[in-house]
């Protein structure tokens, strides 16, 4: 049933052999010690590598103050003044990771916690929930039910040895939770509804102090109309994976709380047999959206938007081509020939009309990430520019984009992250550390996942809750 492809163009290029990289190099896999057959869900503490993807080639290099962008070979300059440790932390580049030290970003707070406030509106934000592991994409179901796909935090089923020489575990630690009535929660805890999704994460502690279990890659993606339908895309792992998990690798899952999770749709194996943009055949399911009866999935390193029908074939919705202004000029991503830097769509959201918006990680580039507006048929309406590594999009009911970006504004002191609020030419930035999914419901509550690299024990910053957290914001009204 998953491995339905009905109306893709057939390249017959086929799926590269498990685990290779397009630089050739094959992820080592070992048994694990401890069989992590049935879900695990003990303490674990932040990695040294964020770790957004299993795949490790991005060809673009951007360098800006305190943080290295890009690049196969970045050296590890964390320091142990630095309250994370210097963590090395990698994003989803065309390849699916792309190394950036960001020692220097946090370096500020180890000598107090009051930078770590960030600014915000006139109404400021509300913990909704804490103690999440590597919070990702948020979905509302009817305003009244906040789904949030945590990646999990690894675990010790198998071992992934990354080129920088991190060590990645894998584990059934990765699900979904949901909050009740999130317009008015506060502080609560994890309420997971869909348990035992493969993950990989941080598989020790650096030996600069970063605490292990942060920064995972696993299920990053989740929507739902109906908590009778939750669709869930999962990662493609390669020949790490289980064999009881091998079905659900790089797939569209459906699922229902405390129900059964059922393959529905391969993305990664149209990505294998079709490479819609042509440049390689990579794959990264990143984001899900619930959408007129179907589904759209943004494949993050296949650079495309793949519709999914109810049948569970798959087409094109929409394939991106390189980014070839400014820092991405003279770039060459993944390799030459191919001019610029990747696309990299992360996050998907629609408007009441039927319009999808989709964010772009521009494989790391300052000011290069963007958010594309599409018509129902995939064809650009809008583009709106000067986004820094956007990993969440929603729009609200008044038309209001809001924008989630990982890293901007790294040079500032505190901790990096920022969501914006675009109103016409208008943007309010608010200080959001690490975001990644958004949503806002009819009454302009903004909820945003925060920390969403840092497992449920935290990041290791000194005097602030660090875990992974989804937070409530109210924007001002005439003045936004």
């Known amino acids: 049933m998953a491995k339905r492809y009905p109306g ?54 951007f360098n800006c103050p305190g943080l290295v ?143 292990k279990g942060g920064g995972a890659t696993g299920p990053d993606g989740v929507s739902a109309k109906s908590l009778r339908h939750i669709g869930v895309v999962e990662t493609t792992f390669g020949p790490a994976v289980p064999a009881p998990a091998q079905p659900r690798d790089g797939h569209l899952l459906l699922t229902r709380p405390f129900g059964p999770i059922r393959p529905f749709a391969d993305i990664t194996g149209f990505e294998g047999e079709n490479d819609p943009d042509h440049m390689g055949v990579d794959s990264n399911p990143y984001a899900v959206l619930a959408y007129r009866g179907g589904w759209l999935v943004a494949d993050a390193a ?72 599409l018509d129902r048929y995939g064809h650009t309406l809008k583009v709106w520019t000067g986004f820094s590594t956007v990993t969440g999009v929603a729009v609200g009911h008044d038309g209001s984009l809001y924008v989630s970006q990982l890293f901007a504004d790294p040079s500032a002191p505190g901790l990096p992250g920022v969501l914006t609020r675009v109103t016409g030419s208008h943007r309010t930035n608010v200080d959001v550390p690490f975001p990644a999914g958004v949503a806002v419901d009819h009454d302009n509550n903004v909820f945003v996942s925060a920390f969403s690299i840092s497992p449920d024990t935290g990041a290791g910053i000194p005097g602030i809750d660090s875990s992974g957290q989804v937070w409530r914001l109210r924007f001002g009204g005439s003045e936004n």
């Open 8 to 61: 893709g163009t057939s390249g017959g290029r086929g799926r590269p052999p498990g685990g290779l990289a397009r630089n050739g190099r094959r992820r080592r896999t070992q048994p694990g010690g401890d069989s992590d057959k049935t879900p695990r869900f003990g303490q674990n503490l932040f990695g040294s590598s964020l770790f957004l993807g299993p795949h490790t080639e991005t060809a673009c290099s």
């Open 302 to 373: 296949g650079n495309d938007v793949l519709r999914v029908n109810q049948r569970g074939d798959i087409s094109v919705f929409r394939k991106f081509s390189n980014i070839t202004a400014g820092p991405c000029a003279g770039q060459f991503d993944p390799a030459p020939p191919f001019a610029g830097c990747n696309f990299v769509p992360t996050s998907l959201a629609s408007d009441r009309r039927g319009n999808v918006y989709v964010g772009s990680l521009s494989s790391f580039a300052p000011g290069q990430g963007r958010v594309v507006k």
């Open 69 to 211: 962008f890009g690049g196969k070979k970045v050296p590890r300059t964390g320091s142990g003044t630095s309250p994370m440790g210097g963590i090395v932390m990698a994003g989803i580049a065309r390849k699916s990771l792309i190394v950036a030290t960001c020692s220097a970003l946090v370096v500020p707070l180890a000598a107090g916690t009051a930078q770590a406030a960030p600014k915000h509106p006139s109404n400021g934000p509300v913990v909704v929930v804490s103690g999440l592991n590597n919070p990702r994409q948020l979905s509302l179901v009817h305003d009244n039910v906040l789904l949030i796909a945590e990646a999990g935090k690894g675990g010790t089923l198998a071992t992934i040895t990354d080129p920088e020489g991190g060590t990645q575990g894998l584990g059934y630690t990765g699900s979904v939770s949901a909050v009740f009535g999130p317009a008015w929660a506060h502080n609560q805890h994890p309420f997971r509804i869909v348990r035992g999704l493969l993950s990989a994460a941080a598989a020790e502690a650096s030996p600069d102090g970063g605490p």
